[in-house]
């Protein structure tokens, strides 16, 4: 690749010269590009010079803007405005920058900003813009909080958003997309204004990893300023290895079950052997668990391995990942709170333990280790039960045809629509007709209609309908034309609630002389008496009392103790996956069988002696009569959602042949359905109970679209503004305005079903969650497919883990409400028995 | 509506209403609790959007009770209003123009915050503390009760009690409900706009479940 020859462009090349470095080829590309005055997207690995990519190209820009003056220029205000999701890198990025910029010879400053940013800091940003700023995308909607926020934007020249894989198919990619688009539109008003600094348009680029859409990744990014954009491809060949570890005596290997921490001994070999190992579980319930065993296995290993995980008190989480920088750890246990952020030097091993359910997420766990040019990254694949060596084998196959999954984009979500109108509404106040035509430019909001529209700004104004006499509903007011929050406590409640990350309610857990150690879920303390012992951030405490929103706890040497769960979502096999695993199966007792399979050998006789192996074009279901009821068991290995989708409309297709109540199970394989009558399913009608018509008006029937609906509201609820959360040192005062979610849904569905919040929830359930798309493609995949009815007399290999797994169970029935409760009551000697206070889930594991 | 239920306490008729509340026959008193009223005003009023619908439809079910009972007294155990005052309670106010001749006896409830001055304007009689009327007594929260006040049988609320229901294959579910324990009442709360409290039976406790506007005797 040839540099381009301008001033810029030299004076870069020159000092990387200087520093014996040698830009790659997708740099020089990316550098020209933007010298051409391009925005795009560019796609590179982490570890790599991603980040030199696109900032050395915006001080080429500046360089080339000021060719005879550019190391004398001071406080040129915001240049580049660089978003990123993860706090923890801003750091790193910060300093790298400000590192090159000394060396350059640029008078620029660096700052950041984002949830750890001192007031002080913040004033000081606002008086003086930097030159580069790295902020979160909720910071940057706080700063549309400010007065006179366009002004902060003047001098803009770049836009940067960091990780956009990461953002994009999450509402925090809506909340960036929002914010990218009043940025570009008031610097653009500001310009028509004749405030005009430099003709040029701001720059926009975007940095991702690789993601199976990436077109349309940059197409969403881009969507604002309505240009065609490039995509910058970084060609760095990353070799992989990965290991399955087989347990040496498969019979005595578990078919369901969570843990494999019956191997755990197998891993002290392999952190003995590594510099750094993470190893990666997938929640946070189970890293307990697991740090808590190799200490038991490798009491070695004590001080030298460490726990890691979201729920785990903010100082000790950077406490390990500091320890991690400087190598004086030998192993963590981590979960999903490690897949992102800085790269740790030392890290040569990482372990999966369980599925990953997706080829993305294993491959950036994999790249977490011997991250840079160069290295291999090593990666050891532990399954937590026996099926789970079925997707050891699939992913590799996965790899080898590098099957990464897309990400889509997430589209009308009104409660980030909401929430971002408040937050204009209590800066500058908004137009309707300008942000409308606006947030039309975006491609959440792209189709959105006049009257949605209207009625976002009817909840805003009037709070829906209203008996008008007797109603005092205020938040946003309307003045000659804008829209504003004018008072004070309102506008504060909002800045505290700026954002799209909805937690569980999360008590602090704390010792009795001091220090706060992590959180914990309400409803699982609410279920210890004081005097219980239960584990959190791998130390075991004793509950003491609960006091306010704090959990007091003191040390304690009991042997046995209770390990919390969060409820946390649980991930779902992707499709790709999916995909790869039922041809995975296919070669099951084959002569092509590898490894994994090999060593299931003696439970895949089993399954086929007992029922059937299904092959990648066969659907088998199992219908198999036990005490506690009649299972009816179908695997079409699509992941868990999907199965989701599929159980409920096949429960209610059967519930219109004959009334009967089922509940629910399901894991990534199958799903069952358990009644306490048989269940009329046979060669004469599965075709029509597996069929894609009326899939849509039978998905809204099925009841569980609206339990579906209820989980997607509590965030939608938070997002919009419905739940308050109170704020600290208001806790009290806030009381009366404390909800459920669960409660707001209910009384929503009841008085206000057409609330748009409320659709919103049924449309994410249709979107997202039962994911129409892919549910009639699996049901298509289905009809296609030949279906194999089997009637085991026991509990089959495949069957044994979704029945165990009942942790999930959703209920569907067609009868009357009062004749399922009279059912009920028959089936017991008096319901006062079954009256019970809901204990059993307070189980050991997620 | 659907036909109360009579559940016999000391050779008192209780008429218990799948409406959520109690008709004390011998005393011509309906019984109900937590109604918390002008609830949504108050939401509202800080801008969150809740349906005033609710608060409608629960004062329009009392009123339809009244009509129906035709009581000459109503004893409210506790939590008649949400919290302070707002522009809802003058919905309320004409209400009880309407009905001036039914007595309305508040047992106060922590959630009843508004000056004395109001209640009396609203004909209102407002009891702290344990209200004793023939042999039962109404508190608001039954924690309050300590041995001494010696109240035989009594009638609370605050708890909104609920039960959960499982079935065979682990169906469950939760309802509303009366909770009936060897010596007192728990009411349901009389709002839809309020959560529930899954009240742990015990072997002396009956249990009637709102269901679908049905009463289950469990």
Same mark, same amino acid.
């Given at each position: 690749?040839?540099p381009?020859?301008?001033?810029?462009?030299?004076?870069?090349?020159?000092?990387?010269?200087?520093? !014996?470095?040698?830009?790659?080829?997708f740099?020089?590309?990316?550098?020209?590009?933007?010298?051409?005055?391009?925005s795009?997207?560019?796609?590179?690995?982490?570890?790599?010079?991603?980040t030199? $990519?696109?900032?050395?190209?915006?001080?080429?820009?500046?360089?080339?803007?000021h060719?005879?003056?550019?190391?004398q220029?001071?406080?040129?205000?915001?240049?580049?405005?660089w978003?990123?999701?993860?706090?923890?890198?801003?750091?790193?990025?910060g300093? $790298?920058?400000e590192?090159?910029?000394?060396?350059?010879g640029?008078?620029?400053?660096? $700052?950041?900003?984002?949830g750890d940013?001192?007031?002080?800091?913040?004033?000081?940003?606002?008086?003086n813009?930097?030159?580069?700023?790295?902020?979160?995308?909720?910071?940057?909607h706080?700063?549309?909080?400010?007065k006179?926020y366009?002004?902060? +934007? !003047?001098?803009?020249?770049?836009?940067?958003v960091?990780e956009?894989?990461e953002?994009?198919?999450?509402? %925090?990619?809506?909340?960036t997309?929002?914010?990218?688009s009043?940025?570009?539109?008031c610097?653009?008003e500001?310009?028509q204004?004749?405030?005009?600094?430099?003709?040029?348009?701001?720059?926009l680029?975007?940095?991702?990893a690789?993601?199976?859409?990436?077109?349309?990744?940059k197409?969403?990014l881009?969507?604002?300023?309505?240009?065609?954009g490039?995509?910058i491809k970084?060609?760095?060949?990353?070799?992989?290895?990965?290991?399955?570890?087989?347990?040496?005596e498969?019979?005595?290997?578990?078919?369901?079950?969570?843990?494999?921490?019956?191997?755990?001994?197998?891993l002290?070999?392999?952190?003995?052997?590594?510099?750094?190992?993470?190893?990666?579980?997938?929640?946070?319930?189970?890293? =307990?668990?697991?740090y808590?065993?190799?200490?038991?296995?490798?009491? =070695?290993?004590?001080?030298?391995?460490?726990?890691?995980?979201?729920?785990?008190?903010?100082?000790?989480?950077?406490?390990?990942?500091?320890?991690?920088?400087?190598?004086?750890?030998?192993?963590?246990v981590?979960t999903?709170?490690?897949? #992102?952020g800085?790269?740790?030097?030392?890290?040569?091993t990482?372990?999966?333990?369980?599925?990953?359910?997706?080829?993305?997420?294993?491959?950036?766990?994999?790249?977490?280790s011997?991250?840079?040019?160069?290295e291999?990254?090593?990666?050891?694949?532990?399954?937590?039960?026996?099926?789970e060596l079925?997707?050891?084998?699939?992913?590799k196959?996965?790899?080898?045809?590098?099957?990464?999954e897309?990400?889509?984009?997430?589209?009308?979500?009104?409660?980030?629509?909401?929430?971002?109108l408040?937050?204009?509404?209590i800066?500058?106040? +908004? *137009?309707?007709?300008?942000?409308?035509n606006e947030?039309k430019?975006?491609?959440?909001?792209?189709?959105l209609?006049e009257?949605e529209?209207?009625?976002?700004?009817?909840?805003l104004?009037?709070g829906?309908?209203? #008996?008008?006499?007797?109603?005092e509903?205020?938040?946003?007011?309307v003045e000659?034309?804008?829209?504003?929050?004018?008072?004070?406590?309102?506008?504060?409640?909002?800045?505290?609630?700026?954002?799209?990350?909805?937690?569980?309610?999360?008590?602090k857990?704390?010792?009795?002389?001091?220090?706060?150690?992590?959180?914990?879920?309400?409803?699982?303390i609410?279920?210890?008496e004081?005097?219980d012992?239960f584990?959190l951030?791998?130390?075991n405490?004793?509950?003491?009392m609960?006091?306010?929103?704090?959990?007091?706890?003191?040390?304690?040497?009991?042997?046995?103790?209770?390990?919390?769960?969060?409820?946390?979502?649980?991930?779902?096999?992707?499709?790709?996956?999916?995909?790869i695993?039922?041809?995975?199966?296919?070669k099951?007792l084959?002569? =092509?069988?590898g490894?994994?399979?090999n060593?299931?050998?003696?439970l895949?006789?089993?399954?086929?002696?007992?029922?059937h192996?299904?092959?990648?074009?066969?659907?088998l279901?199992?219908?198999?009569?036990?005490?506690?009821g009649?299972? #009816?068991?179908?695997?079409?290995?699509?992941?868990?959602q999907?199965?989701?989708?599929?159980?409920?409309?096949?429960?209610? %297709?059967?519930?219109?042949?004959?009334?009967?109540?089922?509940?629910?199970?399901?894991?990534?394989?199958?799903?069952?359905l358990? @009644?306490?009558?048989?269940?009329?399913v046979?060669d004469s009608?599965i075709?029509?109970l +597996?069929?894609?018509?009326?899939?849509?008006?039978?998905?809204?029937?099925?009841? *569980?679209?609206t339990?579906m609906?209820?989980?997607?509201?509590?965030?939608?609820?938070?997002?919009?503004?419905?739940?308050f959360?109170?704020?600290?040192g208001?806790?009290?005062?806030?009381?009366?305005?404390? @909800?459920s979610a669960?409660?707001?849904?209910?009384?929503?569905e009841?008085?206000?079903?057409?609330?748009?919040?409320?659709?919103?929830?049924? *449309? =994410?359930?249709?979107?997202?969650?039962?994911d129409?798309?892919? #549910?009639?493609?699996?049901?298509?995949?289905?009809?296609?497919?030949?279906?194999?009815?089997?009637y085991p007399?026991?509990?089959?290999?495949?069957?044994?883990?979704?029945?165990?797994?009942?942790?999930?169970?959703?209920?569907?029935?067609?009868?009357?409400?009062?004749?399922?409760?009279?059912?009920?009551?028959?089936?017991?000697?008096?319901?006062?028995r079954?009256?019970?206070?809901?204990?059993n889930?307070?189980?050991?594991?997620? | 509506?659907?036909?109360?239920?009579?559940h016999?306490?000391?050779?008192?008729?209780?008429?218990?209403?799948?409406?959520?509340?109690i008709?004390?026959?011998?005393?011509s008193?309906?019984?109900?609790?937590?109604?918390?009223?002008?609830?949504? &005003?108050?939401?509202?009023?800080s &801008?969150?959007?809740?349906p005033?619908?609710?608060?409608k439809?629960?004062?329009?079910?009392?009123?339809?009770? /009244?009509?129906?009972f035709?009581p000459?007294?109503?004893?409210? /155990? &506790?939590?008649?209003?949400?919290s302070?005052?707002?522009?809802?309670?003058d919905l309320?106010l004409?209400w009880?123009?309407?009905?001036?001749?039914?007595?309305?006896?508040l /047992?106060?409830?922590?959630h009843?915050?508004?000056?004395?001055?109001?209640?009396e304007?609203?004909?209102?009689?407002v009891?702290?503390?344990?209200l004793?009327?023939?042999?039962?007594?109404?508190?608001?929260?039954a924690?309050?009760? /300590?041995?001494?006040?010696?109240?035989?049988?009594?009638?609370?609320?605050h708890?909104?009690?609920?039960?959960a229901?499982?079935?065979?294959?682990?169906?469950?579910l939760?309802?509303?409900?009366?909770?009936?324990?060897?010596?007192?009442?728990?009411?349901?709360?009389?709002?839809?706009?309020?959560?529930?409290?899954?009240?742990k039976?015990?072997?002396t406790s009956?249990?009637?479940?709102?269901?679908n506007?049905?009463?289950?005797?469990?």
């Open positions: 690749m040839i381009s020859s301008s001033i810029g462009n030299r004076v870069i090349n020159n000092w990387l010269s200087q520093k !014996e470095f040698h830009p790659f080829d740099q020089q590309e990316t550098w020209k590009s933007i010298e051409a005055g391009k795009g997207l560019v796609n590179a690995p982490t570890g790599c010079g991603k030199y $990519a696109v900032f050395l190209g915006a001080i080429i820009q500046f360089i080339n803007a060719p005879t003056d550019y190391h220029l001071k406080n040129n205000g915001l240049q580049l405005l978003i990123t999701p993860l706090r923890a890198l801003a750091k790193d990025i300093r $790298a920058m590192e090159a910029i000394d060396s350059i640029l008078p620029w400053k660096v $700052a950041i900003r984002n940013t001192s007031t002080s800091e913040r004033a000081k940003q606002k008086k813009m930097p030159e580069v700023l790295i902020i979160t995308p909720e910071s940057l706080l700063l549309l909080t400010q006179n366009p002004a902060l +934007f !003047e001098s803009l020249q770049m836009m940067v960091d956009w894989h953002l994009l198919g999450s509402k %925090r990619g809506v909340q997309e929002l914010a990218i009043r940025i570009i539109h610097n653009q500001l310009k204004n004749g405030h005009q600094i430099q003709p040029t348009q701001i720059l680029w975007g940095i991702s690789t993601i199976g859409n990436l077109v349309e990744a197409e969403v881009l969507s604002p300023i309505k240009q065609e490039v995509i970084a060609i760095i060949d990353k070799p992989i290895e990965v290991h399955t570890i087989i347990p040496s498969m019979e005595k290997y578990p078919w369901a079950g969570h843990l494999g921490i019956k191997l755990a001994h197998t002290i070999p392999i952190i003995e052997k590594s510099k750094t190992t993470l190893i990666f579980i997938n929640t946070r319930g189970m890293s =307990e668990t697991w808590q065993t190799l200490l038991t296995v490798a009491p =070695e290993l004590a001080g030298a391995i460490a726990l890691h995980h979201g729920s785990i008190e903010q100082h000790l989480r950077l406490w390990v990942e500091e320890a991690l920088h400087t190598e004086k750890l030998k192993a963590v981590c999903a709170s490690l897949d #992102l800085v790269d740790f030097r030392p890290v040569d990482v372990i999966q333990v369980g599925s990953p359910k997706g080829v993305a997420r294993f491959l950036q766990r994999a790249g977490r011997g991250h840079r040019p160069g291999i990254s090593k990666i050891y694949f532990l399954p937590t039960h026996s099926l079925v997707e050891a084998a699939a992913l196959e996965a790899i080898n045809l590098d099957a990464i897309s990400k889509e984009p997430m589209i009308l979500c009104f409660d980030v629509l909401l929430q971002y408040c937050t204009l509404a800066g500058e106040g +908004f *137009n309707e007709q300008t942000i409308f947030i430019q975006t491609n959440c909001f792209a189709d209609q009257t529209w209207r009625e976002i700004l009817l909840h104004t009037e829906g309908n209203a #008996l008008q006499q007797y109603d509903y205020k938040k946003v007011e000659e034309g804008i829209y504003k929050i004018k008072n004070k406590q309102m506008a504060m409640r909002h800045r505290m609630h700026i954002g799209t990350i909805v937690s569980d309610a999360m008590l857990v704390k010792f009795m002389s001091g220090g706060f150690i992590g959180v914990i879920e309400e409803w699982f609410s279920r210890l004081p005097g012992v584990t951030a791998g130390r405490v004793e509950l003491v609960i006091k306010d929103i704090e959990v007091l706890v003191r040390k304690s040497t009991a042997k046995k103790s209770i390990v919390p769960s969060w409820m946390g979502g649980r991930m779902s096999l992707t499709a790709n996956l999916g995909h695993l039922r041809q995975t199966f296919s099951a084959s002569p =092509e069988a490894i994994e399979l060593s299931l050998k003696s895949f006789e089993l399954q086929a002696d007992l029922s192996i299904p092959t990648a074009n066969e659907l279901i199992e219908q198999i009569e036990a005490k506690d009649f299972h #009816l068991l179908v695997y079409p290995f699509e992941g868990r999907v199965h989701e989708a599929m159980s409920a409309i096949l429960a209610y %297709r059967i519930g219109k042949i004959i009334p009967i109540s089922f509940s629910i199970s399901m894991n990534d394989y199958g799903f069952e358990l @009644s306490d009558q048989a269940i009329p046979d009608n075709e029509q +597996f069929s894609t018509e009326n899939l849509l008006a039978d998905i809204q029937k099925s009841i *569980n679209s339990e609906a209820k989980r997607k509201f509590r965030d939608i609820a938070v997002i919009g503004g419905l739940i959360q109170g704020m600290p208001e806790k009290k005062k806030a009381k009366h305005l404390q @909800s669960s409660l707001l849904f209910k009384v929503f009841e008085y206000d079903p057409n609330n748009i919040l409320l659709r919103q929830a049924y *449309n =994410e359930v249709m979107v997202h969650q039962m129409e798309v892919r #549910l009639r493609q699996a049901l298509q995949r289905i009809s296609q497919s030949k279906i194999i009815l089997t007399t026991k509990l089959t290999p495949l069957s044994f883990p979704i029945i165990v797994d009942g942790l999930n169970r959703n209920n569907l029935s067609s009868e009357q409400l009062e004749d399922r409760i009279k059912k009920m009551q028959q089936q017991h000697y008096s319901l006062v079954q009256l019970i206070f809901i204990t889930e307070c189980s050991c594991i997620t | 509506m659907n036909a109360p239920v009579l016999k306490i000391n050779d008192q008729h209780l008429w218990l209403s799948p409406e959520r509340c008709f004390w026959e011998e005393a008193a309906l019984i109900l609790s937590d109604t918390h009223f002008a609830k949504t &005003g108050h939401f509202r009023k &801008g969150i959007a809740i005033q619908q609710v608060y439809e629960d004062l329009q079910r009392l009123i339809d009770l /009244v009509a129906h035709k000459q007294q109503i004893i409210v /155990v &506790g939590d008649l209003f949400h302070y005052e707002n522009k809802e309670l309320f004409k009880r123009k309407d009905m001036e001749q039914t007595k309305i006896i /047992v106060r409830g922590n009843d915050l508004l000056h004395s001055n109001w209640y304007a609203a004909n209102i009689e009891v702290e503390g344990i004793k009327m023939n042999d039962f007594s109404f508190v608001h929260d924690a309050d009760i /300590v041995e001494s006040s010696n109240t035989g049988f009594h009638f609370s609320g708890l909104h009690p609920g039960v229901i499982r079935g065979n294959a682990k169906q469950y939760q309802f509303p409900c009366f909770y009936f324990g060897k010596d007192h009442c728990i009411l349901p709360a009389f709002s839809k706009f309020s959560g529930l409290k899954i009240m039976p015990k072997k009956t249990i009637y479940a709102i269901a506007g049905n009463l289950i005797k469990c």
